[in-house]
Every structure is written in structure tokens, then in C-alpha cells.
């Protein structure tokens, strides 16, 4: 188990760049992938991006592909989502999540950070 603690949210304009941060604690945290969620208000959680455990096989769901990047560091424990080009659509709390193995959906990850808030203005 680990546990995950998200930053970098905030209030950005459309076009503007925003970088997340899920720092871990755990000495293991090197063997779980990590992914990326986010929740609009009224909707569900939905997937954003992922990462394996060895800092490969980047997923994007279509609707950020091409602008959003995920990394990791893990000298630092810590997992990034690069977010440029936001857009109004992209308003949501945005949660990560790690697992031993690397998947698409919300069951599939057992650790859980708390969300932190992203607002795009229009």
C-alpha cells in the first residue's frame, strides 16, 4: 500500500499550463504504476493518463492526447501530469491512483490520493 498526495492544482485561464504533482510514500512505490483521474462535478470519475512502473508505456484518453504529459521521478516518489492547452472541459478534481499492475479503469487502482481541484476559465 501506498499513500499519495496530490499538488499543483489551481485557477488557470484557456491555453494556460498547469503541472500535478502525486508524491508517494513507501519505499516500494518504484514497482506501482500510477494513473492519472479526474471528476467533473455531476459526472463520473473518468480516466486521464497512466504510467507503468518503469516510467513507460505512457496512456492518454483521447481527450488529452497530444496535450497532456505523464512522468515520473522516482528518486523523488513523485508522479507529474503536464497539463498545456487546458481547456474549460478539463475542470474537475484530478486524483491519482497506483496499482501493481498499469490499467484503464477506477476499479482497477487501490491506492487513492485526496484530488486536487483544477479550474480552467473561459
Known amino acids: 500500500q501506498v499513500q499519495l498526495v496530490e499538488s499543483g492544482g489551481g485557477l488557470v485561464q484557456a491555453g494556460g499550463s498547469l503541472r500535478l504533482s502525486c508524491a508517494a510514500s513507501?519505499?516500494?512505490?518504484?514497482?506501482?504504476?500510477v494513473g492519472w483521474f479526474r471528476q467533473a462535478p455531476g459526472k463520473e470519475r473518468e480516466f486521464v493518463a497512466s504510467?507503468?512502473?518503469?516510467?513507460?508505456?505512457?496512456q492518454y484518453a483521447d481527450s488529452v492526447k497530444g496535450r497532456f504529459t505523464i512522468s515520473r521521478d522516482d528518486a523523488k516518489n513523485t508522479v507529474y501530469l503536464q497539463m498545456n492547452s487546458l481547456e474549460p472541459e478539463d475542470t474537475a478534481v484530478y486524483y491519482c491512483?497506483?496499482?501493481?499492475?498499469?490499467?484503464?479503469?477506477?476499479?482497477?487502482?487501490?491506492?487513492w490520493g485526496q484530488g486536487t481541484q483544477v479550474t480552467v476559465s473561459s
Open positions: 491512483a497506483a496499482h501493481p499492475l498499469q490499467g484503464w479503469y477506477v476499479h482497477e487502482y487501490d491506492d
Open positions: 504510467i507503468n512502473s518503469r516510467g513507460g508505456n505512457p
Open positions: 513507501g519505499r516500494t512505490f518504484s514497482s506501482y504504476c
